[in-house]
């Protein structure tokens, strides 16, 4: 399993039957290590955005910046209560929680709200509500998230730069992502391009199945059969909400040029 930029970048390299391989992903000046440095991150971030990896899994309290009753709070954050700053290292936010019940007083965790599925804190909900958005601070634009939750947590998809963090499967999906994006540039040949567009979308969908059945099952799709009798297929579900678009929503990567 590539562990390495290097590796990952010559995986790819080597599926192109390129005979130039990289041994500094940083300082090599070869034309196919500059292509490499061209996409590696793209791809990365591209994949890393298009699931809710565990790899990637990341919780963190949200800082507050502002209440909607602060000044001077700008008007267009209506009817949003509060206002976050965007983790830094966040590619995508799943949904976010309430802070959790304080501890009983011998130190244990405190799961009084019941099981797993009704305890109000560890599982999503539909009234906990937010959006991502744009302000100005001194007059630089930034990202921070709106919500109707104080005191909130993020639960998000983290930017993970180490390959070693990455499984088995989740290399050999960026591997085949980086092939399909180095075909042109190395190759020049366009029959190659669609065939290595099929391969990167086959290992894509086998790391995010993988990753997925580590998880609590759950299913996106609501046959129309079920809709109308206000069932879900999701062993996940509370409140009637399916909770497939956390747990298992997968994001489209565009193939496009």
Known sequence: MPNTK????????SDLGSRVLIVDFAADTTPVAVQCRLWYDTMRQALLQAAPWGLARRIAPLVQL???????????????????TYPADCLRVNYILPPPLPPLPDGTPNVSGG???SNPWGMPSRANRFIPSYDANNGVP???????????YAVYVGDVTDPTFFDASFSKALVAAMSYKLV????GNVTMKSLFAKVAEDEITKARVKDGNEAIPTSDHIPDWI?????SPSYANVGGFNLGQWYDGWCDINWAE
Do not use: H
């Open 115 to 117: 099981p797993v599925f």
């Open 142 to 152: 930034r990202k921070v998230l709106l919500s109707n939750l104080l005191n909130a």
């Open 6 to 13: 290097e590796e990952i970048c010559n995986q790819a390299l």
């Open 66 to 84: 502002a209440l909607l009753s602060d000044i001077p709070m700008p008007t267009d954050m209506y009817p949003w209560l509060v206002k976050y």
């Open 227 to 231: 809709a109308t009798r206000g069932l």
């Open 184 to 187: 042109m540039p190395v190759t």
